[in-house]
């Protein structure tokens, strides 16, 4: 069983910045896809970003492209989400997700499994 615990949340400033942490443990295959996303309450769960074990792929939602990163530490099993450039409308819980499979990696829902989620709340 896939687990993913989520960290580094908190409050910022606009303009500031946060890097997000997901610890993964529990894979059974070394091919697995990574994503971030976020929900507000009201509004459907969007992707912001996603990396993949494959090839180490990325790809990003266009409104965050240029301000977030995501990487990998495979010796710590961890990919992080450094944001830059926090706005307002950054805002959101953040979700890190997993699937198992190789291949690129997509900011679709379909996958398998979740974490508990982060605030991350841009305010001045």
């Known amino acids: 069983q896939v687990q993913l615990v989520e960290s580094g949340g908190g409050l910022v400033q606009p303009g500031g910045s946060l890097r997000l942490s997901c610890a993964a443990s529990g894979f059974t295959s070394d091919y697995y896809a990574i994503g971030w996303f976020r929900q507000v309450p009201g509004k459907e769960r969007e992707g912001v970003s996603c990396i993949s074990s494959t090839d180490g792929s990325t790809r990003y939602a266009g409104s965050v492209k240029g301000r977030f990163t995501i990487s990998r530490d495979n010796a710590k099993n961890t990919v992080y989400l450094q944001m830059n450039s926090l706005k307002p409308e950054d805002t959101a819980v953040y979700y890190c997700?997993?699937?198992?499979?190789?291949?690129?990696?997509?900011?679709?829902?379909?996958?398998?499994?979740w974490g508990q989620g982060t605030q991350v709340t841009v305010s001045s």
């Open positions: 997700a997993a699937e198992e499979r190789p291949g690129v990696c997509w900011l679709l829902l379909g996958y398998d499994y």
